[in-house]
């Protein structure tokens, strides 16, 4: 079965420049989640959208910003990047008319280090 | 608010049994359990909602008391393929299916042969 998949699946960038990260949610799903992970730390939800909506907003800093486009896929954008935001990011998605609507299928993630 | 998980660490030989406690001092709409090793994504394991509704891995049970809001998990007849970091994710509220859950911290599991 189709799985999210997640582009870049590594990055490396230098202090204060961008990043773009990509998900592409599993087809038919319509609802994207982002999860920052650092290193030994339990995922920590940064944003959410439905229907290229923002649906739920977690601990994004406001120097990210994300959106879902009308495929469903998502961008999550990182400037004035931070050592502190090297982690590992996944997207996560699923399907919101299903019964169980919160199911969510993560992605194989991007790890993003910041020298 | 992060749930508390329980217990932090446990080592079993293979075939043994093991329990993972999820627990949250707020009224929760649902409980997500994932198994993640190290390096990988979290792998989807179940879901139990309020109300009772539940669905999951053939192979794993769980269960949801809402009155103490807590979970559980039950790993029965342990294989070694079970080794990982196993954390539970809640929900608080259905604001209508797109929620971010706030995980715990994770209760790292080891299965020896």
């Known amino acids: 079965a189709a799985g999210v998949i997640q582009s870049p699946r590594h990055l490396i960038k230098e202090k204060r420049e961008t990043a773009t990260l990509k998900c592409y949610p599993i087809?038919?799903?319509?609802?994207v989640y982002w999860y920052q992970q650092g290193p030994g730390q339990d995922p920590q939800f940064l944003i959410s959208?439905?229907?290229?909506?923002?649906?739920d907003k977690g601990s994004i800093p406001d120097r990210f910003s994300a959106q879902q486009f009308s495929d469903y896929h998502s961008e999550l954008n990182m400037s004035s990047l931070e050592l502190g935001d090297s982690a590992l990011y996944f997207c996560?998605?699923?399907?919101?008319?299903?019964?169980?609507?919160?199911?969510?299928?993560f992605g194989p993630g991007t790890r993003l280090t910041v020298l | 608010q992060q749930p508390v998980q329980s217990p932090q660490a446990v080592i079993l030989r293979e075939g043994e049994d093991a329990v993972i406690n999820c627990s949250s001092s707020?009224?929760?709409?649902?409980v997500h359990w994932y198994r993640q090793k190290h390096g990988e994504a979290p792998v989807f394991l179940m879901i139990?909602?309020?109300?009772?509704e539940q669905k999951g891995h053939e192979k794993i049970s769980a269960s949801f008391n809402e009155k103490k809001q807590q979970s559980s998990l039950y790993l029965t007849a342990s294989q070694l393929s079970y080794s990982g970091t196993y954390f539970c994710?809640?929900?608080?509220?259905?604001?209508?299916?797109?929620?971010?859950?706030?995980f715990g911290k994770g209760t790292h599991l080891i299965i020896q042969p």
């Open positions: 996560a998605s699923s399907l919101r008319t299903s019964v169980m609507h919160n199911e969510q299928f």
């Open positions: 087809p038919r799903h319509d609802t």
């Open positions: 959208f439905y229907e290229k909506m923002q649906s």
């Open positions: 707020k009224a929760l709409y649902s």
């Open positions: 139990l909602l309020k109300g009772g």
């Open positions: 994710g809640t929900e608080m509220y259905s604001g209508g299916g797109a929620d971010g859950l706030t």
